[in-house]
């Protein structure tokens, strides 16, 4: 973590992510999870109007309204599920220490193994649909593309999300501020 | 695989008077870690556990160890193991 010299970027975003204001937003595994479940919702929705804002011709802008209203709380969601894992796949990898780096990796696994199990999914819904309808593969092909994709990129953020641990009691919370290398 | 280390960071830190975030930011580790490891819920490597033994200025084996630690009085006051 000390072994390189942190730039400035690396400093502030060290301090963000363990800026301790939003605490009590994550501070229980009940709360992180309402918090990953409203991340995965705003994502569906946000995925699912982009796909309708795309697909359908002459329809009017409120698609593209209403997904840069949800991206809002989508980002806020992001921020509360970056705090509750300090940044875990936010900060550069020097930034992290050695539990970190460990705890990244088992993340990164996990996410690719649950990410690997919905390809699988979505391969044989695909076939399975293809022998139903002959043209299905053809014109579902590419938004479920776009969905896996934008889930394998967001899906390890959801399993930090997950395994993130409470606070201990015993551990002194810093003062906000207090991080910067 | 991961064998249980014991450690006797915690006791040693308070007495020493060392915050975690002070010992954290010594040795190149987040606060939390140091906790974990305080908590036995994470070993550290002989890297870590070298650079903590040497801000202590303690040899490794005092702070951490494969066996559990006896008391303190009991090592100090000489008394055998039941």
Known sequence: MTTTRLTRYDRSMLRLMNDRRGQALYSTAARRRLTVAVHIALTVAIGGLMTHFFLAKGEPLWPAVAMVVLLLPWMVATGIINGATRGLLELREHVLDERQSAERSRVVTRAHRMTTLLLAAAATALLITGGVDGDAPKAYAAPLLIAVLVVHWIMPLWVAGLWAQDEPADVETPEAGALGH | ?82
């Not at chain 2, 987040?30 to 040899?59: C, V």
């Open chain 2, 1 to 82: 695989m991961s064998e249980q280390v014991h450690n006797r960071l915690a006791m040693v830190r308070a007495e020493r008077k060392v915050s975690r975030q002070s010992l954290a930011e010594a040795v190149g580790a987040h606060y939390q870690t140091i906790g974990y490891i305080e908590r036995g819920q994470y070993n550290p490597s002989l890297d870590l556990a070298l650079k903590i033994s040497k801000f202590f200025n303690l040899p490794v084996e005092a702070l951490f160890s494969l066996e559990p630690f006896r008391p303190l009085t009991d090592e100090v006051y000489g008394r055998n193991q039941p």
